[in-house]
């Protein structure tokens, strides 16, 4: 069983500047959660899919974040413009069930 | 909202005994907890998980226990190998809301 794709693995950007990632989950799995997470921290929930609809983007920042899942299988997260504190790993996790698996994570560094 | 905190924040045993790593949760409706191991440049993966109704679940040399009166869970891991060496974390979550509230992590050391 293929496991979560994530895309791209590293990006270095500017401040201000735009930057999307990319997430494919386990086929079949209806939730699809995207997950930042600093360095030396947990993740912390950004957004929760259900199928293509979102169930939970209480902690994201909408003002310069946005995502979507577009017919309810691959995701996208974008941020415009970045914010030298948006460096982090960005994480995307899909589930069927209870369990999460989780991808290898986007490594943004903002400069 | 859930708070799970997470203790402690670094760990180093000798190579072939025990660890522990203890998490409490805030929120007595959370029902489910995941344990997930991380390693350097990798995505988290799940390696055990509890649900409220058991007190305790294991897998090979890893365990969970779990106590909802006190709003405590453990992870422990016996016969420690240095692949076991990462960062942990421990997470909570609602059945049915599946949205999960993760600990601080613990950096495991397995000395050789």
């Known amino acids: 069983e293929a496991g979560v794709a994530q895309s791209p693995r590293y990006k270095i950007i500017e401040k201000r500047q735009s930057v999307a990632f990319w997430c494919n989950p386990i086929?079949?799995?209806?939730?699809l959660y995207w997950y930042q997470q600093i360095l030396g921290q947990g993740p912390k929930l950004l957004i929760q899919?259900?199928?293509?609809?979102?169930?939970?983007d209480s902690q994201l920042p909408k003002d310069r974040f946005s995502a979507e899942r577009l017919k309810g299988v691959d995701s996208t997260l974008k941020i415009q413009p970045a914010k030298l504190e948006d460096s982090a790993v960005y994480l995307c996790?899909?589930?069927?069930?209870?369990?999460?698996?989780f991808g290898q994570g986007t490594r943004l560094t903002v400069v | 909202g859930e708070n799970v905190e997470q203790h402690p924040s670094t760990l180093s045993v000798q190579e072939g005994d025990s660890a522990v790593i203890k998490c409490t949760y805030s929120?007595?409706?959370?029902?489910?907890f995941p344990w997930y191991k991380q390693e350097l440049g990798k995505g988290p993966q799940l390696i055990i998980d509890?649900?409220?109704?058991?007190g305790e679940k294991k897998d090979q040399r890893i365990a969970v226990t779990l106590n909802k009166t006190a709003k405590h869970f453990s992870l422990h891991i016996t016969e420690t190998q240095p692949e076991d060496s990462a960062v942990y974390f421990c997470?909570?979550?609602?059945?049915?809301?599946?949205?999960?509230?993760f600990g601080t992590g613990t950096r495991l050391t397995i000395i050789p």
């Open positions: 509890i649900r409220s109704n058991v």
């Open positions: 996790a899909s589930s069927s069930a209870l369990a999460a698996f």
């Open positions: 997470a909570a979550s609602i059945f049915g809301n599946e949205k999960l509230t």
């Open positions: 929120d007595s409706a959370s029902n489910y």
């Open positions: 899919f259900q199928n293509n609809g979102v169930v939970d």
């Open positions: 086929s079949g799995h209806a939730t």
